[in-house]
């Protein structure tokens, strides 16, 4: 099949078109296969997907932007589709909800672990599954390897979480996300919306969203749904609060024309939008790769907002990048552009810690791959450790993790030496 272009097909424009022809079996990715005479390629994806979390499914206009000629090793290809030969064991402390956000969900769909802020999950469905997806345990289809766990119906949690957020006026700052919020039908978008808009601690709603990387042409062709966003963003503004659009880019080569319209469209209306990327191996872990993100993001009025050290999923170890490397991009990124526009490199904790800035680790083995973190905030007694990727040690190291009674002693060890820090004031890496 010849790449769809918008000259070529008018179709192609229309987000509902999108969504109708995604590819979510491996029969239908056949069709797209350029260069798989033997076909070797498509039995080393059959593989990927028996092993991946998260279900297949991708837009037309992904695939556009796929490289077909350097498979294996194109940025966009990696992020969606996996391939068997490239799967890495996963690293020993990897637990399904690494971030611990069940334990922090007060009622049925809601995360709340920082103070004043909230999550609300809203739909477990998005319009492109990333393989890397952290809720991978509730997104998406089931899949060989992972049976999801699923939230209540959303109307059944709605009231619930409505009467927990007006009995606890210390959040002013709600995350509607999922799944993503480009999967709601524009109804339940303005009811969400306008729900959150009557409690009148709400200072701050951010709706988080993958899809002005993956379908940016929702924008642009579903009138009903912008429509519900700008008449959310219209009371919000009248009533002091602010609406913001959280997107998802990892690659400069993400940046298209139809991105383009999207986000001057969302612009006229006065929306803020941020960019939130996942550092991934492969993809962004470059310097020049970041900085062209950074600068296209900055152009087309996205603020580069975070960027987090990926988080650690089943299936994609071979995707992370070690607290050295983030420490590198992020000093490599600060002062090529205004401040405001320069991303903060993160480090989401698993164990529930919240976001920490990658380089404010209480300690720091280069030789064990293991950061520890304090997250006085949040949870002000404890400690959250987050490994490199086992590929990025020295063989001794790696058996040392895949020993458990190793890898308890580089726990313990790391934790004890990142207390004595802490007390007596001092913060570094081991040389």
């Known amino acids: 099949m010849s ?3 918008h000259e070529m097909n008018h179709e192609f424009a229309d987000a509902a078109w999108q969504e109708r022809h995604a590819v979510t079996r491996i029969d ?3 069709e797209w296969m350029r260069v798989d005479a033997d076909g070797s390629l498509m039995r080393d994806v059959e593989l990927g997907l028996a092993r991946a979390p998260m279900a297949m499914r991708i837009t037309p206009y992904v695939l556009n932007l796929i490289d077909w000629s350097n498979f294996l090793k194109d940025a ?3 992020q969606f589709i996996p391939v068997g030969s490239e799967i890495l064991p996963s690293h020993p402390l990897l637990k399904m ?3 611990h956000e069940r334990e922090n969900s007060p009622v049925d769909g809601l995360v709340h672990r920082y103070q004043d802020k909230a999550l609300l999950l809203a739909t477990d ?16 289809l089931d899949t060989q390897s992972v049976s999801k766990k699923r939230a209540a119906p959303f109307q059944m949690r709605w009231h619930s979480i409505l009467a927990y957020l007006r009995t606890n006026p210390v959040i002013v700052d709600v995350v509607v996300s999922g799944g993503d919020c480009f999967r709601l039908k524009a109804s339940r978008l303005l009811a969400i919306g306008m729900g959150l808009l009557s409690i009148p601690s709400i200072r701050r709603i951010r709706f988080a969203t993958k899809g002005l990387a993956v ?3 929702k924008v642009t ?10 008449n959310i963003n219209h009371v919000g503004r009248d009533q002091g609060v602010e609406i913001s659009f959280h ?4 690659h400069p080569g993400e940046i298209t024309d139809y991105t383009i319209a999207a986000a001057e469209l969302l612009f006229k209306q006065g929306i803020r939008m941020r960019n939130q990327s996942v550092l991934l191996a492969g993809v962004n872990d470059d310097p020049e790769v970041m900085k062209q993100l950074v600068k296209r993001l900055s152009d087309i009025h996205i603020q580069p907002y975070y960027v987090y050290t990926c988080d650690l999923v089943e299936g994609i170890e071979h995707m992370r990048c070690s607290v050295k490397r983030a420490c590198q991009i992020e000093n490599a990124v600060r002062g090529i552009t205004a401040g405001y526009n320069t991303p903060v490199f993160v480090v989401d904790t698993p164990g529930g810690g919240g976001k920490r800035d990658v380089h404010s680790f209480e300690h720091y083995d280069r030789q064990t791959g293991l950061a520890v973190y304090r997250a006085p905030s949040v949870r002000p007694n404890q400690l959250f450790t987050y490994p490199d990727p086992l590929q990025s040690l020295s063989p001794d190291a790696q058996a040392a993790w895949l020993n458990p009674k190793r890898a308890e002693r580089i726990l313990s060890d790391a934790v004890e030496t990142a207390r004595v820090k802490s007390m007596s004031g001092l913060c570094g890496m081991q040389k």
């Open 3 to 5: 790449r769809i272009t």
């Open 28 to 30: 239908q990715l056949r």
């Open 76 to 78: 966009i290809r990696k």
């Open 97 to 99: 909800d690494s971030l």
């Open 125 to 140: 469905r998005c319009p492109v599954y990333c393989r890397f997806c952290t809720r991978s345990y509730s997104v998406g």
């Open 215 to 217: 379908l940016p042409m």
């Open 221 to 230: 062709s579903d009138h009903e749904w912008t429509d519900a966003l700008f």
């Open 247 to 250: 997107t998802h880019f990892n």
